[in-house]
């Protein structure tokens, strides 16, 4: 972004890089949290799920890219190690100890509703800001609503399988 553009932002510009910062912490966690569940996955439904993980990390990698590009339109530099990934991250990595492919689910369902926070709260913070910032933070957050529904969406039905077969 040139200069006029960054000026726009005004004295918020530290603060949403540091927000944007955070949140493609969480973008590279959640895309190998989804990359290595779909390869340890054990369990009934197996493939299913693991072709959906699969598809998850591919989009987390594409919000990854639309939040590295807007902290470089604004001037900043995005989070330049792993290393410094668990540092800045708001959601964390949580490694699939267990995984039976219910485990894996409900890892990457809270993931899912912690990334709709932050990408929510980057909205509240960047509305009337930041009206690039906030634009990119609702289609991530679009992609992430849905991300959560086909987790669960597919954790209902394993459910389903599991009583049907009591």
Partial sequence: ?????????????DRIIE??????ADEWLAHYQYWIGAKVIKGPM?????AELLQHAAEEMTHAELVADRILQLGGTPVLTPADWLKYTNCGYEKPDDAFVKAILEQNIKGEQCAIEV???????????????????????????????DLQALSEDLELMFEYHK
């Fill in 1 to 13: 972004m040139g200069t006029y553009g960054q000026k726009l932002v005004g004295d918020k510009k």
């Fill in 19 to 24: 927000l944007l910062n955070k949140a493609l």
């Fill in 46 to 50: 197996k493939e299913s799920i693991a």
């Fill in 119 to 149: 990408y929510n709260n980057i909205m509240k913070e960047t509305h009337g800001v930041d009206f690039i910032t906030y634009d990119i933070a609702m289609q991530i957050l679009k992609d992430e609503v849905e991300h959560e529904e």
